[in-house]
């Protein structure tokens, strides 16, 4: 379907205009097909200070838009008509969905529109990105009602206990698995796998490899309407990073690999160890010198840090290996077609745009410089000392994305002013909350 010919059919009603924010949320309005003409032309107005919020619309301050100095002005959307889709549960004739990003001044803070320039600048150093994701959640028979009178605690999964493959329950939560084939057909998105994962409730799908914006704009409409499929059937999901103590930690693993302008893949060579070219060392040799200093778009909530915690399978460092799960970039497959980096540090409560954008920059910049990884650990990474570390801390994050030249170059020193101060908005708030356990801990007699 076209653009053109949703706004030529004369049933067509109503279009939904979507953009995706620093969180990853979708937000936009229903515009007639007659408005719609326009904004295919022209673009639709929406308030830049709509990258401030928090997913619950805590309004944080970004310099110059919504501080003293802020006016709350619009800036233009621009429709991606690439990007059509059908809405999963509306009406012929309301059920048209196009993403969009913002442009001019106000596209150096939008996560869609930094990913383009990031795949652009890629492409000029004759490089071109392929990549799919893995998304992480957990599934609750609880309604959001119904978890948040329970204070959170004691909530029903989907599952009782860890699943792991286990047949009998993705037999058990067949309605579940169906409805989200059927939610991504209309959508477009390309879903390659779906399983139970490692705790009570915890799932995971799997969207196929593709190439530009594509696998991140269906990665950002499939986490999005998960969570829209659940409240349709009186359930609950979370993407926490850790949403109780005994829970394992929830993630977003990005898998990548590049060609050249001819198509070629450029990280395979028959001659290397376990066909691992020399361009795929600096690409790993670039992630291990920058990722690190950008933690906090893959951290990007005060929750992010506690998948860290003793004993949750999370990376231990920037290390890398190939088919080491515990490792931070673990190298995955056999062949030209198949082997790939899987960046794995990434929470499930990250921007897609943001960390394709900047997983994408750190390994290209590696190449480019030609950046020697550090040696590859061999067996299980938790033995052994990392010779590099992401920031372990939200306020360390948010310093070492600051002062970050390279995340400045690469997505812009707006991107950074703006994501810094907002996520060190919400940081200062939690800090003056009383967590329900230090009461427990201090009350009587700290």
């Not at 937000?27 to 619950?56: E, F, H, Y």
């Not at 898998?255 to 160890?273: C, Q, T």
Request: proline content about 7%; hydrophobic content about 35%; overall charge negative.
């Amino acid at each position: 379907m076209k653009l053109e010919d949703y706004i030529a059919d004369p049933a067509s009603r109503f279009a939904t205009v979507v953009m995706a924010d620093t969180n990853g949320l979708l937000r936009g309005q229903m515009v007639s097909v007659s408005s719609l003409k326009g904004i295919a032309k022209n673009g639709m107005g929406m308030a830049p200070a709509q990258l401030s919020l928090d997913p619950t619309d805590v309004l944080q301050t970004i310099p110059g838009v919504n501080d003293e100095t802020g006016d709350f002005h619009d800036d233009p959307l621009q429709l991606d008509p690439a990007t059509v889709r059908r809405l999963p549960w509306s009406k012929p004739g309301h059920d048209l969905l196009v993403l969009s990003n913002f442009t001019g001044e106000s596209a150096k803070m939008c996560p869609r529109s930094i990913l383009k320039s990031v795949l652009a600048r890629a492409s000029e150093a004759g490089f071109f990105p392929k990549y799919g994701m893995e998304l992480e959640y957990t599934l609750f028979d609880e309604t959001p009602e119904s978890a948040k009178s329970k204070g959170y605690r004691n909530l029903k999964p989907a599952t009782q206990h860890a699943s792991h493959d286990l047949t009998i329950y993705q037999a058990l939560q067949t309605e579940w698995y169906e409805a989200i084939s059927d939610m991504c057909e209309p959508l477009r998105i390309d879903l390659a796998k779906m399983h139970e994962e490692i705790g009570a409730g915890f799932m995971e799908a799997c969207i196929g490899a593709g190439e530009g914006t594509e696998p991140a704009d269906q990665l950002v409409l499939l986490k999005n309407f998960i969570r829209a499929l659940a409240l349709r059937q009186g359930k609950s999901v979370t993407f926490m990073p850790r949403w109780n103590e005994q829970a394992d930690s929830q993630s977003i693993h990005l898998h990548v690999s590049l060609k050249d302008k001819a198509g070629k893949p450029l990280f395979y060579d028959p001659a290397g160890r376990n066909g691992v070219s020399q361009t795929f060392l600096h690409f790993l040799g670039g992630l291990q010198k920058y990722i690190g200093d950008m933690t906090l778009i893959f951290q990007p909530t005060v929750n992010s840090y506690r998948r860290f915690a003793p004993g949750t399978f999370a990376p231990p460092g920037l290390t890398w290996g190939y088919e080491n799960r515990t490792t931070c970039f673990r190298l995955v497959g056999h062949d030209a077609g198949s082997l790939r980096v899987e960046n794995r540090l990434p929470g499930a409560d990250t921007n897609p745009y943001l960390t394709a954008a900047a997983t994408i920059a750190a390994g290209v910049a590696g190449i480019i410089e030609g950046v020697e990884p550090d040696p590859e650990t061999l067996g299980s990474g938790y033995a052994q000392t990392p010779p590099r570390d992401f920031a372990r801390s939200m306020p360390e994050a948010i310093e070492r994305l600051r002062g970050s030249d390279f995340a400045k170059d690469w997505l812009g020193p707006r991107f950074v002013e703006a994501f810094t101060a907002t996520r060190e908005g919400q940081y200062n708030e939690f800090r003056r909350k009383v967590p329900d356990v230090e009461l427990e801990r201090f009350f009587d007699l700290g």
